[in-house]
Antibody, heavy 119, light 107 residues
Framework: QVQLVQSGAEVKTPGASVKVSCQAS????????LHWVRQAPGQGLEWMGW????????DYARKFQGRVTMTRDTSINTAYMDLSSLRSDDTAVYYC????????????WGQGTMVTVSS | DIQMTQSPSSLSASVGDRVTITCRAS??????LNWYQQKPGKAPNLLIY???SLQSGVPSRFSGSGSGTDFTLTISSLQPEDFVTYYC?????????FGQGTKLEIK
């Protein structure tokens, strides 16, 4: 079935970087933009950016520009979100999601990856 | 950036009640408005897309309406599993912003 499976929880110290993976299955990986959304504990949803798996094109939210990098490996249908210079307020669950061009919505979501930033 | 304002932020209701959640965009977004349901510890799940279209597999008690800047999500008869959190999202322009969420609580 169509699904996105993300990597496991991470614990990082301030200033470090984290790389979260998102492996797609059940659909053509290069056919749909892949977005990243995060959610701090008890808070709402925050859009971080998207990546086009077909050509690697990206667009990042202004807040994360310079700190986030979204890449992919089409040989294994996997997308990556790399966030650097981590701070305590980056502690959140990070989700990947596919964007359906037909629905104009995020129709498939990964299960989420908890990233904890603590000294 | 387009700001999305949901109201109320929380809502107490009973099983069987009809409830409405509103979402207002800070500028025109046509019908590029989606609604998601999020259960505790889970990823959001798409309920309504394009303001009023029901996603496949979603119960018909959920409905959406609106266009331009003002939108509503209505649940016609609340079921026990509906007492979770709901988010609106605009996909008219980047960044694709979300409302702050509405938490439905059992009265």
């Amino acid at each position: 079935q169509v699904q996105l499976v993300q990597s496991g929880a991470e614990v990082k110290t301030p200033g470090a970087s984290v790389k979260v993976s998102c492996q797609a299955s059940g659909y053509t990986f290069t056919g749909y933009f892949l977005h990243w959304v995060r959610q701090a504990p008890g808070q709402g949803l925050e859009w971080m950016g998207w990546m086009n798996p077909y050509n690697g094109g990206t667009d990042y939210a202004r807040k994360f520009q310079g700190r986030v990098t979204m890449t992919r490996d089409t040989s294994i249908n996997t997308a990556y979100m790399d966030l650097s210079s981590l701070r305590s307020d980056d502690t959140a669950v990070y989700y990947c999601a596919t964007f359906s061009g037909y629905l104009k919505a995020f129709d498939i979501w990964g299960q989420g990856t908890m990233v904890t930033v603590s000294s | 950036d387009i700001q999305m304002t949901q109201s109320p932020s929380s809502l107490s209701a009973s099983v069987g009640d009809r409830v409405t959640i509103t979402c207002r965009a800070s500028q025109f977004i046509s019908t590029y408005l989606n609604w998601y349901q999020q259960k505790p510890g889970k990823a959001p799940n798409l309920l309504i897309y394009a303001a009023s279209s029901l996603q496949s597999g979603v119960p018909s008690r959920f409905s959406g309406s609106g266009s331009g800047t003002d939108f509503t999500l209505t649940i016609s008869s609340l079921q026990p599993e509906d007492f979770v959190t709901y988010y609106c999202q605009q996909t008219y322009s980047t960044p694709q912003t979300f409302g702050q969420g509405t938490k439905l609580e059992i009265k």
